[in-house]
């Protein structure tokens, strides 16, 4: 069966840091530009950051960066997001997407999600004191 699983969600006071983990399963990630999907309460789901298939170019939406790192391990083949500073704003579900993009090493957070072929259940965040 081909699929993404998150996992490294949780519940973290504001300041602290919780590493997500996007592990592929029956196929490799190689040529797959990989994002991350954030849906907060009430909100619509966005993008907020991406990692392309060699790992040499990342984005992520001004509202993370410089408190996020996307990273990718294609041997183990797993992506991470690493969370820094966690902000209550940052609470929601957040899930892994790939969508293959054999002819060019890029990624964008703005591709639209039905381009995305193999999407996560996703895994739980919550930031709260």
């Known amino acids: 069966q081909l699929q993404l699983v998150e996992s490294g969600g949780g519940l973290v006071q504001p300041g602290e840091s919780l590493r997500l983990s996007c592990a592929a399963s029956?196929?490799?990630?190689?040529?797959?530009?990989i994002t991350w999907f954030r849906q907060a309460p009430g909100k619509e789901r966005e993008g907020v950051s991406c990692?392309?298939?060699?790992?040499?170019?990342?984005n992520y939406v001004d509202s993370v960066k410089g408190r996020f790192i996307v990273s990718r391990d294609n041997v183990k083949k797993t992506v991470y997001l690493q969370m820094n500073s966690l902000k209550p704003e940052d609470t929601g579900v957040y899930y892994c997407?790939?969508?293959?993009?054999?002819?060019?090493?890029?990624?964008?957070?703005?591709?639209?999600?039905?381009?995305?072929?193999?999407w996560g259940q996703g895994t739980q965040v919550t930031v709260s004191s």
């Open positions: 997407a790939a969508v293959s993009t054999p002819y060019a090493d890029f990624c964008t957070t703005t591709f639209a999600e039905g381009r995305y072929r193999k």
């Open positions: 990692i392309s298939y060699s790992g040499s170019t990342t």
């Open positions: 029956g196929f490799t990630l190689d040529y797959y530009m």
